[in-house]
């Protein structure tokens, strides 16, 4: 008998914890993360931690953008769950966990990945794809059979290093690491489709020696050059630490009667580490750089120093865990919006060294992105470059392919993009809904953007990605919430409309409900009415004075007593749910049931045949507000 007693005490509560997960699963099916993630949790703290539940709250957090949170639920199913647990789930534990600065942490669960899934599984495309855009990339003919590399745009002219070998007076020397000419700076002029044509050695006799020059950048007024040179001697000799190695360093030129001249080397490099890679922000007044100076996250991090005029400078300051990471971060570059883009082959990566871009300048929060394909390969791409219309650049890569070991490249975007608009309104007023809440979520279920509507009821999403599909939602307090699924198109710039219409929950004194619907000659609260009750919840969580009176009523069929037994122990029922739910026993005045005494139509009136859908308007429930209308 006691075994039997477990046995259907333990069939209970998995029963019971099933009809709490599905109407978990109809909140998380609608977008509602919210209200799922409380649910599911709850179900959690009864002590089902199972696999499903574990992504579930997982999938809640990150949909919703609540990464603290997310990383705690994913890391728990990834632990207990480590031989089954989908890769996808690992893959954003890994994500969140850089984003947080947890490298350490970031790192053991990237091993957990092998190499091969880690650089050729599709998750990985996933994560980096810009299927949205339109972008034409092109090799450009100026590349030659060595290394090209490394653009800089003012004006129309460009900067670029190279390794070709122009020099006829046999100066030229090999390097011995990739048997190349060293490096050289040359400039050029943009032509037609950001092609590079009238290419000469930079000008200025002193900027390029017998040994490798690279990564220039102008300043605003195009009176001062920074650029990297290795380190040399003033017998124009390779200067070497004690361990043989010699090191890159950032020096100055000024511009004087168009030559670059007055060569000066800037006063935070040294002879024990490198300094190189220079980028100016927008307004100059900052000069970012790589090195691998002491007291870095890796193996090389991007710094930055004040530049007051190009003649002093600060003291170089780390960028921060948030851009550098254990490995190489390397070639910064601050566009006119002041986004920081630079190459790393230690976030998480298509290939070797990949381009990302981060609002680090602007959001100290802000983590570094992945900017994708086909800016991307499976390669080494750097030295990223984009013009101040946003929409053409440059890049290098020595991806297969290209004419040299590395090549420059130009890219054109064409991004399509669409507005989603529409308005909030009440559907039973037709009334404008100020300040309510629309989310646009995406085929994964992610929500990523969240706007109020305005004083007129209207939202606006703008450049949508073409040939996508979304869910807007609307939600706003005491009102159901509306969703519509959308398509964009294919066209540029058109607009996409959305009407929404919220149902308020509150009328005329009563909390009004679809109907509460029990099985036949039972009372206990099924899921589709749980669903329906956790708006009860909701309404009554806003208001924390507000007192409830719940009636239930019966259609004719049965007998009397019965019938008023019935009703009475389905009002009780929902209200034990409610207070399941947290809400005070004490905010219920009343649960009362009066079978089939108020019918709101005529089928308890003999001799009247009703149909079904008659008798279901009398098998009802009422939630009236107390004092509503004192």
Not at 485 to 504: C, H, M, Y
Request: include cysteine.
């Amino acid at each position: 008998m006691r075994v039997r007693i477990i046995f259907i005490l333990c069939f209970i509560t998995n029963f019971l914890m099933l009809g709490q997960k599905r109407v978990a699963d109809n909140f998380f099916n609608k977008y509602s993360y919210v209200k799922a993630s409380e649910l599911y949790e709850e179900a959690f703290n009864k002590g089902d931690s199972s696999r499903y539940i574990l992504e579930r709250l997982g999938d809640c957090y990150y949909n919703n953008s609540d990464v603290e949170n997310a990383a705690k639920w994913l890391r728990m199913a990834i632990e207990k769950y480590p031989n089954k647990i989908d890769k996808s789930y690992i893959l954003k534990y890994v994500q969140i966990q850089q984003g947080l600065g947890n490298y350490t942490e970031s790192d053991k669960w990237l091993d957990v990945l092998n190499e091969s899934n880690r650089k050729n599984s599709q998750k990985i495309e996933e994560l980096v794809s810009l299927d949205e855009r339109f972008v034409e990339i092109k090799n450009l003919e100026v590349n030659s059979k060595y290394a090209d590399f490394g653009i800089f745009v003012q004006d129309d002219t460009i900067l670029f290093a190279s390794s070709r070998n122009t020099s006829n007076d046999g100066t030229s020397k090999i390097y011995g690491w990739n048997e190349e000419p060293y490096l050289d700076l040359y400039e050029g002029q943009i032509s037609n489709n950001n092609e590079i044509s009238q290419v000469t050695l930079i000008s200025g006799p002193k900027i390029n020696t017998k040994f490798h020059e690279s990564s220039a950048v102008i300043t605003n007024d195009g009176s001062t050059l920074y650029f990297t040179r290795v380190n040399v001697n003033k017998r124009n000799k390779l200067n070497f630490d004690d361990e043989g190695t010699t090191h890159l360093k950032l020096y100055r030129a000024t511009l004087i009667n168009d030559v670059w001249d007055d060569i000066v080397e800037l006063p935070f490099n040294s002879d024990d580490y490198s300094t190189g890679h220079p980028a100016l922000s927008p307004d100059n007044k900052k000069l970012y750089f790589i090195s691998d100076r002491e007291g870095g996250f890796g193996q090389t991090d991007i710094y930055y120093v004040t530049n007051d005029n190009n003649t002093s400078y600060g003291t170089p300051i780390n960028l921060g865990d948030k851009v550098n990471t254990k490995g190489r971060e390397m070639f910064p570059f601050v566009s006119k919006d002041n986004t920081l883009y630079f190459s790393s082959d230690n976030h998480i990566n298509i290939g070797l060294l990949d381009i990302f871009k981060s609002d680090i300048l602007n959001d100290e929060k802000a983590t570094a992105q992945n900017v994708g394909a086909p800016y991307n390969s499976r390669s080494d791409d750097f030295a990223f470059f984009i013009k101040e219309n946003a929409e053409s650049g440059y890049f290098s890569s020595n991806r297969n392919g290209g004419k040299g070991s590395d090549d420059i490249y130009s890219f054109e975007v064409s991004q399509c993009s669409q507005n989603v608009k529409g308005t909030l309104r009440d559907k039973n007023t037709n009334e404008v809904i100020v300040q309510g809440t629309v989310k646009l979520i995406d085929e994964s279920g992610k929500i990523i953007k969240e706007i109020e509507t305005n004083t007129q009821g209207e939202f606006i999403f703008k450049e949508v990605p073409c040939n996508s599909s979304f869910v807007v939602l609307g939600s706003i307090e005491d009102y159901k919430d509306d969703l519509k699924e959308i398509q964009t198109s294919g066209i540029k710039n058109e607009d996409v409309d959305v009407a929404l219409f919220l149902t308020p929950l509150i009328n005329d004194c009563e909390i009004v409900l679809n109907p509460i619907f029990f099985d036949f000659d039972k009372w206990n609260i099924r899921t589709d009415s749980k669903v329906e009750l956790e708006n009860i919840v909701d309404v009554m969580r806003q208001h924390p004075e507000m007192m409830l009176k719940i009636e239930s009523h019966t259609d004719k069929r049965g007998g009397d007593t019965y019938n008023l037994k019935l009703s009475d122990r389905r009002a009780k029922s929902t209200r034990d749910y409610l207070i399941s739910r947290g809400i005070a026993s004490n905010r219920f005045v009343s649960a009362l049931g009066y079978g089939e005494s108020r019918p709101v139509n005529n089928c308890s009136e003999q001799g009247i045949n009703c149909s079904e859908e008659e008798h279901q308007e009398n098998r009802r429930s009422h939630f009236y507000i107390e004092g509503c209308n004192e």
